[in-house]
């Protein structure tokens, strides 16, 4: 994988920056891949639903609104989406059980920890175009992320590299 800081200095206003306090919770620092999205509020049932699916090295965005209340991934979930062959979760959220999630091996990224778990509604939309710190992400858009950020990119900039 290409560094972040690379791809900024090689793309220029082609790469969008996830900024803010995105802590990594998963074993794997880097990741990549292209992105899913989910925009939901406080209820990870839609989480649950993506991460059953066959990943194929895509990153779950789930645009949760930045609460702190309840936590939208954890453990299990975790497991779950190393078994699917996910690359990473970035959650503009919270995340739970951060001991397990630390032993995945997966990227995942979350703006905090929350010990209570999610209600389950089954509320949220999949694949709609989601605004997580102030940049719009549409699926299949890519992300990388690695000690250095999180950053975005309409297409895989690594493809023509």
Known sequence: MTP???????HGDAVHLLSGDFISYGSLATFCG????????EDNSLVRDALEEPGEGR?????GGGSKRYALVGGNLGILAVD????GIVVDGCVRD??????????IRARGTCPRKSVKRGQGDRDVLVSVA???LAPGMWLWADDDGIVVADH??????
């Open 34 to 41: 292209p992105i899913t999205t989910l925009s939901v509020f």
């Open 98 to 107: 951060a001991a397990e999630l630390r032993e995945a091996s997966l990227g």
């Open 156 to 161: 895989d900039l690594e493809a023509g590299i």
């Open 84 to 87: 699917n062959g996910w690359a």
């Open 59 to 63: 990153v779950l965005v789930v645009a």
């Open 4 to 10: 972040t800081a690379d791809l900024c200095d090689d």
């Open 134 to 136: 102030d940049v719009d």
